[in-house]
């Protein structure tokens, strides 16, 4: 059946920072994917999305790159900062969401 | 645009209770999809509506309930509550399903 599986956290990260967290999921055909942020006591906001192979999402810095070859949607950021401290969800859709596990980042001054 | 509201924020109820959550959707979205997030089980899916229809439904017991009105606005109920239904409970909108969906801040509901 479809998952997503993402790389489990907690992920702690000095300021400036490279981040990476990895995403790969299973799916019949090639579903629109995202990366969905949730900071404490709130709910999901979206952070990028690629509807399609080879496309890039980006926003905030943050980037994924849409890889069917690999069925990886990996989340990057050249440079972390301390507000990037929230959870990170990486989704795909088809008749619903299917959502991974979520990745705690923490970033340290 | 307003964003997708839910009410309430915070709920406590006691087992054996039964509770309704409150949706309303961006304004011209017309699917509604309802997520409960725990610690344990992560986020996972409960049902989907549209234009007053249930469209899916996830693994849940018949105690897990929606409907959705004519203005799209949408309610989820949980009849018979248990300690285990305690979570935070989310909702979405999006144009349709295949669309970016939308999330409201979700309700917080503590069953004692």
């Known amino acids: 059946g479809n998952s997503v599986t993402q790389m489990e956290g907690p992920v702690t990260l000095s300021e400036e920072a490279f981040l990476t967290i990895n995403c790969t999921y299973t799916a019949t055909g090639y579903p629109s994917l995202f990366w969905y942020v949730q900071y404490p006591g709130e709910g999901l906001q979206l952070l990028l999305k690629a509807t399609k192979a080879d496309d890039k999402g980006s926003n905030k810095g943050f980037e994924a790159t849409y890889r069917k070859e690999t069925t990886s949607f990996h989340l990057e950021k050249g440079s972390v900062q301390v507000s990037d401290s929230a959870v990170y969800f990486c989704a795909h859709a088809g008749n619903m969401l299917t959502f991974g596990g979520g990745t705690r980042l923490m970033v340290k001054p | 645009k307003a964003g997708v509201t839910q009410t309430p924020r915070y709920l406590i109820k006691t087992r054996g209770q039964q509770v309704t959550l409150s949706c309303s959707p961006i304004s011209g979205h017309r699917s509604v999809s309802w997520y409960q997030q725990t610690p344990g089980q992560g986020l996972q899916f409960l049902f989907e509506y549209f234009s007053e229809t249930q469209r899916n439904k996830g693994n849940f017991p018949g105690r897990f309930s929606g409907r959705q009105f004519s203005n799209s606005r949408s309610e989820m109920n949980v009849s018979t509550l248990e300690l285990g239904d305690s979570a935070l409970y989310l909702c979405?909108?999006?144009?349709?399903?295949?669309?970016?969906?939308?999330f409201g801040p979700g309700t917080r509901l503590t069953v004692l």
């Open positions: 979405a909108s999006s144009l349709d399903l295949t669309d970016t969906q939308y």
